[in-house]
Nanobody, 120 residues
Framework: QLQLVESGGGSVQAGGSLRLSCTFTPALSRMGCMGWFRQAPGKEREWIARIGSGGTTTAADSVKGRFAISKDNANNILWLQMNSLKVEDTAMYYC??????????????WGQGTQVTVSS
């Protein structure tokens, strides 16, 4: 069974940090792209960062310089380090994967999400 399971969400004050993790089934490591999305209440799901199989990372402008994506291939874990958190970062965070062409459209493989709440 192909699975992605996020953890590490929680409540933090503005300016603080959190690190999210996404443990995935080893078979999913063959996918070309893995990344993170988020969805705030009443808003569309937003892509925030991705990493390719070669390790190249890309981040959305809204989080660039504050969030960093990384992957531990040996242990099948995808990370999202979030620093300088803002109230507007409050959302449900999801990890996702697929081949890179499909990933840029909409990935087919998703975790269940982990909630991040940032208070002022």
């Amino acid at each position: 069974q192909l699975q992605l399971v996020e953890s590490g969400g929680g409540s933090v004050q503005a300016g603080g940090s959190l690190r999210l993790s996404c443990t995935f089934t080893p078979a999913l490591s063959r996918m070309g792209c893995m990344g993170w999305f988020r969805q705030a209440p009443g808003k569309e799901r937003e892509w925030i960062a991705r990493i390719g199989s070669g390790g190249t990372t890309t981040a959305a402008d809204s989080v660039k310089g504050r969030f960093a994506i990384s992957k531990d291939n040996a242990n099948n874990i995808l990370w999202l380090q979030m620093n300088s958190l803002k109230v507007e970062d409050t959302a449900m965070y999801y990890c996702a994967t697929d081949n890179c062409i499909q990933f840029l459209r909409r990935p087919n493989y998703w975790g269940q999400g982990t909630q991040v709440t940032v208070s002022s």
